[in-house]
């Protein structure tokens, strides 16, 4: 039995869920997100919150119990609030701007590098060293700032490089004279 599958998911007010052909929509004050619907899982609107349960006693209806009801989750926190992640740009010379849809960094190479920013994702630098990323959908959110992380990982003897906010980076001691 799935802990987190048994929750039923709370639709705030000023948010509509809607089944229809195998789609889940739901529409809020920030937009309007879709998930297709898995045939294991039977998904219910009543009243005020969206019951998951598995269709059948099979594993994987077992398997995607729990991660479908986060999904869903997921649709009604981003069309209410949002998901943000802020990147942190560490360096000599590394630096970032946001310009309309597209964000320079530079990052020691050669050239600047030019990252478009993807439909539904806003990207704002209060700084030149920081990097705020903040849309509806979490896995957009996610991918676009794993990408522009990808550019320049921190390594672990300086602490050089684009890190998430909180993030640990494990130092090590330089060679020893």
Request: no cysteine; net charge positive.
């Amino acid at each position: 039995m799935s802990r987190i599958g048994k929750k039923p998911v709370a639709i705030p007010a000023g948010v509509s869920a809607d089944i229809a052909n195998g789609v889940l929509t739901v529409k809020g004050p920030k937009g309007t997100l879709t998930l297709t619907l898995v045939d294991d899982i039977s998904y219910a609107v009543e009243g005020e919150t969206i019951l998951v349960k598995p269709a059948n006693d099979s594993r994987t209806a077992r398997a995607f119990w729990g991660m479908q009801r986060t999904l869903v989750s997921n649709l009604v926190t981003g069309v209410t609030e949002g998901y943000s992640k802020t990147l942190l740009i560490t360096g000599v010379g590394y630096r970032a701007m946001a310009q309309g849809k597209n964000l320079k960094l530079q990052l020691g190479y050669s050239h600047d590098v030019d990252y478009a920013v993807p439909e539904g994702i806003e990207i704002k630098t209060p700084d030149n060293t920081t990097v705020e990323i903040s849309g509806i959908d979490k896995q957009k959110v996610g991918q676009v700032a794993a990408e522009i992380r990808r550019w320049r990982k921190p390594e672990p003897y300086k602490g050089k490089g684009i890190k998430y906010r909180g993030e640990f980076i494990f130092r090590k001691e330089g060679k020893k004279k």
